[in-house]
């Protein structure tokens, strides 16, 4: 049985998308219901022909010109309907698009990175796409489906009620058939799922890593380790097609022998002159079309059960869960202060103080928790032992923290999007022309810019490949320090600058009275340390 939980939610999120296009909607449900009156009307008319024409009345030929007319407007209201629910599942794809980036925007650090990134981008690249084949595209044939039912099922009433009788209990057959399957191709849908973005997170890594590969004659790896990621998903996906055969021989089995039951069933009765002789033209296919259209809402249930997981989790949005980081005014401070990764103790009863206008460096070799006291600091990470304070007040946050009010962090890990100069720079914020030559000047960019064709407006590439990585450090730089942030956590942020450039932009930084630095770095340059208020050796 279905989960009654599940079920609610899933017709939420269903109400919820209908309400996005009701007007759309509700024509298309009563265009449909037109059509289908219209479609049916045409097939019972043939036997009100054949019976006339047995009986030799006169208007055959003005009946069969109105059936025509009928069944050719009919054909063009289903071809406006095609149309339209085009247009709505299209507006359903992008707004289930934008829950989806929603969803992310909303996430904490952690829960963003709890998942792998090939996991982030199967809800785009293949959810999406499974539940417009599935579940959107189906949903909007459901009303279709639903007055053909009955409406046909009338008809057969219309003509005898033991015809209706066996088509109802057809149908009940059909369903149970249809339903079995729903749970396990669900499953198998959810399991595809998380394959998909597994593999696109390994096939994402080794491409990335060919040059690593390559220069090492190690290229083998990257055929081996993407085939065996491959193989998983393509199982997955061959399983899901062998449970919807199955489902499907299961039904049309059942359906073609209820058809060719219902074409004897209807001789018994004309031979008995229980109905007339023209049913012979109309009863079975009225039959078939209802077992066609219940058969869809059989399919449509079988496929609910099926994408529940993925409409689910395309509708889901994370709650904006965060908390700002407080404004120092005099000093942040570690006291005592202990974290480890696993079983690895990096620091432990740490002790330091950061004055507001200090300029601050961390030095020691790698492993030694310089990144971790920057993190710690951000919020990123939960000291196990001892305590951050801010001012006189405990900092010990419990939420997600916003610090891009006060705090600018870079890491050598520079990441540029395939878009504009002025873009990676600005992020969507509103800087002038000025304040931007301004920041390019302070980290020696500006001749550099001047000299593109587009200047500001040039585009860095493909992430960003058309600069070195120095000058990919200093774009990343400048959208720090356009910003002016009272504090700047910089992790080997100029490591790949050359040295003179590094030189001026650090000078730079260490001589701003209104700045607070702590700088990470593996190679300290000497004339540089008389500016530093404290250097701090991590062991």
Same mark, same amino acid.
Request: some cysteine; overall charge neutral; hydrophobic content about 45%.
């Given at each position: 049985?279905?989960?009654?939980?599940?079920?609610?939610?899933?017709?939420?999120?269903?109400?919820?998308?209908?309400?996005?296009?009701?007007?759309?909607?509700?024509?298309?449900?009563?265009?449909?219901?037109?059509?289908?009156?219209?479609?049916?009307?045409?097939?019972?008319?043939?036997?009100?022909?054949?019976?006339?024409?047995?009986?030799?009345?006169?208007?055959?030929?003005?009946?069969?010109?109105?059936?025509?007319?009928?069944?050719?407007?009919?054909?063009?209201?289903?071809?406006?309907?095609?149309?339209?629910?085009?247009?709505?599942?299209?507006?359903?794809?992008?707004?289930?698009?934008?829950?989806?980036?929603?969803?992310?925007?909303?996430?904490?650090?952690?829960?963003?990175?709890?998942?792998?990134?090939?996991?982030?981008?199967?809800?785009?690249?293949?959810?999406?796409?499974?539940?417009?084949?599935?579940?959107?595209?189906?949903?909007? %044939?459901?009303?279709?489906? $639903?007055?053909?039912? +009955?409406? *046909?099922?009338?008809? !057969? =009433?219309?003509?005898? /009620?033991? &015809?209706?009788?066996?088509?109802?209990?057809?149908?009940?057959?059909?369903?149970?058939?249809?339903?079995?399957?729903?749970?396990?191709?669900?499953?198998?849908?959810?399991?595809?799922?998380?394959?998909?973005?597994?593999?696109?997170?390994?096939?994402?890594?080794?491409?990335?890593?060919?040059?690593?590969?390559?220069?090492?004659?190690?290229?083998?790896?990257?055929?081996?380790?993407?085939?065996?990621?491959?193989?998983?998903?393509?199982?997955?996906?061959?399983?899901?097609?062998?449970?919807?055969?199955?489902?499907?021989?299961?039904?049309?089995?059942?359906?073609?022998?209820?058809?060719?039951?219902?074409?004897?069933?209807?001789?018994?009765?004309?031979?008995?002159?229980?109905?007339?002789?023209?049913?012979?033209? %109309?009863?079975?296919?009225? $039959?078939?079309?209802? +077992?066609? *259209?219940?058969?869809? !809402? =059989?399919?449509?249930? /079988?496929? &609910?059960?099926?994408?529940?997981?993925?409409?689910?989790?395309?509708?889901?949005?994370?709650?904006?869960?965060?908390?700002?980081?407080?404004?120092?005014?005099?000093?942040?401070?570690?006291?005592?202060?202990?974290?480890?990764?696993?079983?690895?103790?990096?620091?432990?009863?740490?002790?330091?103080?950061?004055?507001?206008?200090?300029?601050?460096?961390?030095?020691?070799?790698?492993?030694?928790?310089?990144?971790?006291?920057?993190?710690?600091?951000?919020?990123?990470?939960?000291?196990?032992?001892?305590?951050?304070?801010?001012?006189?007040?405990?900092?010990?946050?419990?939420?997600?923290?916003?610090?891009?009010?006060?705090?600018?962090?870079?890491?050598?890990?520079?990441?540029?999007?395939?878009?504009?100069?002025?873009?990676?720079?600005?992020?969507?914020?509103?800087?002038?022309?000025?304040?931007?030559?301004?920041?390019?000047?302070?980290?020696? &960019?500006?001749?550099?810019?001047?000299?593109?064709?587009?200047?500001?407006?040039?585009?860095?590439?493909?992430?960003?490949?058309?600069?070195?990585?120095?000058?990919?450090?200093?774009?990343?730089?400048?959208?720090?320090?356009?910003?002016?942030?009272?504090?700047?956590?910089?992790?080997?942020?100029?490591?790949?600058?050359?040295?003179?450039?590094?030189?001026?932009?650090?000078?730079?930084?260490?001589?701003?009275?209104?700045?607070?630095?702590?700088?990470?770095?593996?190679?300290?340059?000497?004339?540089?340390?008389?500016?530093?208020?404290?250097?701090?050796?991590?062991?």
């Amino acid at each position: 049985m279905f989960n009654k939980n599940k079920a609610s939610d899933k017709m939420k999120d269903i109400m919820v998308l209908c309400k996005k296009e009701r007007g759309k909607t509700s024509l298309s449900v009563l265009l449909t219901l037109v059509t289908a009156i219209g479609s049916l009307y045409t097939i019972y008319g043939r036997m009100t022909v054949l019976d006339a024409i047995l009986e030799r009345r006169s208007g055959v030929w003005y009946q069969i010109g109105l059936l025509i007319l009928l069944l050719i407007l009919v054909e063009c209201l289903n071809s406006y309907i095609r149309i339209l629910n085009a247009q709505i599942v299209k507006s359903w794809k992008l707004y289930l698009g934008k829950r989806i980036s929603k969803n992310i925007e909303n996430m904490s650090y952690q829960q963003f990175h709890a998942l792998e990134e090939g996991e982030h981008l199967t809800n785009y690249t293949y959810n999406l796409e499974v539940v417009a084949t599935y579940l959107l595209n189906p949903l909007l %044939s459901f009303s279709h489906s $639903l007055v053909l039912t +009955l409406i *046909s099922f009338s008809f !057969l =009433t219309l003509i005898s /009620a033991w &015809l209706a009788l066996f088509a109802l209990f057809s149908t009940l057959i059909l369903f149970f058939v249809g339903g079995r399957f729903g749970k396990k191709i669900s499953s198998g849908y959810a399991n595809l799922s998380l394959l998909n973005g597994q593999f696109t997170s390994r096939l994402r890594e080794y491409i990335a890593g060919y040059d690593v590969l390559k220069n090492l004659k190690q290229l083998y790896l990257l055929p081996q380790k993407i085939a065996e990621r491959q193989l998983q998903k393509e199982e997955q996906e061959y399983e899901i097609v062998r449970l919807m055969s199955f489902a499907l021989l299961s039904y049309q089995s059942v359906q073609r022998l209820f058809e060719m039951l219902i074409f004897a069933f209807t001789i018994i009765l004309i031979s008995r002159g229980m109905i007339s002789l023209g049913a012979i033209v %109309s009863a079975p296919t009225i $039959l078939t079309v209802f +077992l066609e *259209s219940s058969g869809n !809402l =059989t399919e449509l249930y /079988a496929k &609910l059960r099926g994408t529940d997981e993925q409409l689910h989790r395309l509708m889901t949005v994370a709650d904006l869960d965060e908390e700002e980081f407080p404004q120092p005014i005099n000093r942040i401070s570690l006291s005592e202060v202990g974290c480890s990764y696993g079983d690895k103790q990096v620091f432990k009863q740490f002790t330091i103080q950061f004055n507001l206008g200090g300029k601050y460096a961390l030095v020691g070799k790698s492993g030694s928790g310089k990144s971790t006291i920057l993190k710690l600091l951000l919020g990123r990470l939960r000291c196990e032992e001892g305590e951050i304070w801010i001012d006189s007040h405990p900092y010990a946050p419990r939420k997600d923290v916003n610090f891009s009010r006060q705090i600018g962090y870079m890491t050598q890990e520079v990441f540029l999007f395939t878009d504009s100069v002025r873009f990676n720079i600005c992020l969507g914020d509103l800087f002038t022309d000025e304040e931007v030559w301004s920041v390019l000047g302070q980290v020696g &960019l500006a001749d550099l810019i001047k000299e593109l064709s587009n200047q500001l407006e040039e585009s860095v590439g493909e992430l960003g490949d058309r600069f070195s990585c120095g000058e990919k450090q200093r774009i990343a730089l400048a959208r720090i320090l356009i910003r002016r942030l009272s504090i700047v956590l910089l992790d080997e942020a100029t490591s790949a600058v050359d040295a003179p450039t590094a030189r001026m932009i650090e000078e730079n930084l260490l001589t701003d009275p209104a700045m607070t630095v702590v700088m990470i770095s593996h190679h300290l340059q000497e004339d540089l340390k008389p500016y530093f208020t404290d250097i701090i050796t991590l062991s």
